[in-house]
């Protein structure tokens, strides 16, 4: 069993490379980059030298070996489950010049809503740290249950728990869904929302107040603040920690890639706020390149910031 796990939705990315032209016109793609928010978090991790597992399923057919290759290059050691008679899922993405992204998904009916809970290592016994997405969460009921599965037995082994709320709202209408949000949270010590997603996570207040209130129960969060970097509520304090000037190429995992640095960073025996300064140089990083998953930077590109 590895340290790090996350698991969930597995896709392929296939964008454009150029900002104003929607999805909806004729023009050029470029792809396809390995994808879904879970495993963007473990390349990350991974490509930080962490030892990393990743739980995913992807039909027969090209873009399994598209994502498959990228976890080998990225060393991470566990095989993603390959469904025949399914399609890997996918994503078209588009930006416009204010970075805000256009989608067109094939993921509900794609291989990757076919993880279940028998696709989970046998043990738990060395896991310290799991990463659950919202995303997940929305994926589908199968992998819904495998998410659950996998909170509960990093509870009795005593391993940090994660969350990235990753907030589908059009879905949180959905009881099973929110239920299963709640339960996450309930389980999470670290908790990376965005402001709107910390807003939604306690109803009624800004996200300050919000992440307050997580605090006050325990838990250290960071609120995400993209190229402002994040501010971190622990323990009583409020902390900004700011991010570092790239120029930005593709922002698509940045968040994830920030909480891979976190957990690697804490895992090696940073305290949360040197922790969040590394992650948030792994999230500028990973923005400077094409593809979500393929700009994960290395540990010396990282250690060249700090």
């Excluded at 473990?42 to 090209?62: E, H, N, Q, S, T």
């Excluded at 060393?75 to 489950?81: V, Y």
């Excluded at 995400?224 to 409020?238: A, P, S």
């Excluded at 400077?288 to 590109?301: I, N, Q, R, V």
């Amino acid at each position: 069993m590895t340290m790090i796990m996350s698991l969930g939705e597995v896709l392929v990315e296939i964008m454009r490379p150029e900002r104003d032209l929607p999805l909806s016109k004729r023009g050029s793609f470029e792809g396809p980059f390995a994808s879904g928010a879970p495993l963007i978090f473990a390349c990350a991790a991974a490509r930080l030298g962490a030892d990393v597992g990743f739980y995913g399923v992807v039909g027969k057919d090209a873009f399994a070996e598209t994502c498959q290759t990228h976890l080998d290059y990225c060393q991470i050691k566990t095989k993603l489950r390959v469904a025949s008679g399914y399609t890997t899922g996918m994503a078209f993405v588009a930006y416009d010049s204010s970075g805000q992204r256009q989608f067109v998904f094939h993921l509900a009916q794609a291989a990757a809503a076919l993880l279940s809970p028998t696709d989970l290592p046998e043990s738990f016994a060395r896991l310290r740290w799991l990463h659950i997405t919202g995303s997940s969460l929305c994926g589908s009921d199968s992998m819904r249950e495998a998410c659950l599965t996998a909170v509960h037995r990093a509870k009795e082994v005593n391993a940090l728990i994660s969350f990235d709320p990753n907030l589908r709202p059009e879905l949180m209408g959905n009881p099973a869904i929110q239920a299963a949000f709640d339960n996450v949270l309930a389980a999470a010590k670290v908790v990376l929302p965005s402001a709107q997603e910390a807003e939604h996570l306690v109803k009624g207040k800004t996200s300050e107040e919000a992440c307050r209130e997580l605090m006050s129960k325990g838990k250290v969060v960071f609120l995400k603040q993209g190229e402002k970097g994040c501010i971190v509520f622990n323990q009583g304090k409020v902390q900004h920690v700011s991010s570092i000037q790239v120029t930005e190429v593709d922002p698509t995992g940045a968040g994830d890639c920030f909480a891979g640095g976190l957990a690697v960073a804490y895992l090696q025996g940073k305290d949360w706020l040197e922790s969040a300064r590394f992650a948030s140089i792994v999230g500028a990083l990973s923005t400077t390149k094409l593809g979500p998953a393929e700009a994960c930077p290395s540990l010396a590109e990282v250690e060249a910031y700090l």
